[in-house]
Nanobody
Framework: QVRPVQSDGGSVQAGGSLRLSCTAS????MGWFRQAQGKEREAVAS???????TYGDSVKGRFTISRDNTKATLYLQIDSLRPEDTGMYYC?????????????????WGQGTQVTASS
């Protein structure tokens, strides 16, 4: 299987929106992680093969994860962007049936893309 490939991120004004995408095939669980400067990687959202999604508390109501299995593509719609959302965002895939918030449970990782919220 090929490594997940991510779209470019971007720099957006606080309150704005951005959509990220990632291509990866054959995985039951896919998720997004992010890492801010000087901080540990944290789980943002995950989605299983049936479309059941989970979110970190800090992004609930603002971020939406989705997947198109036909196109083997994962998306993250980011709305109401905040400065604290700034960081490197990673697409990750797992063959586990139940999605996990632990980064160690994901075996395949995208190259990462920078998202910056400017004030």
């Amino acid at each position: 299987q090929v490594r997940p490939v991510q779209s470019d991120g971007g720099s957006v004004q606080a309150g704005g929106s951005l959509r990220l995408s990632c291509t990866a095939s054959g995985f039951k669980c896919m998720g997004w992680f992010r890492q801010a400067q000087g901080k540990e990687r944290e789980a943002v959202a995950s989605i299983d093969i049936d479309g059941k999604a989970t979110y970190g508390d800090s992004v609930k109501g603002r971020f939406t994860i989705s997947r198109d299995n036909t196109k083997a593509t994962l998306y993250l719609q980011i709305d109401s962007l905040r400065p604290e959302d700034t960081g490197m965002y990673y697409c990750a895939s797992s063959r586990n049936t139940i999605c996990s918030r632990r980064a160690s449970e994901y075996s395949y990782w995208g190259q990462g893309t920078q998202v910056t919220a400017s004030s």
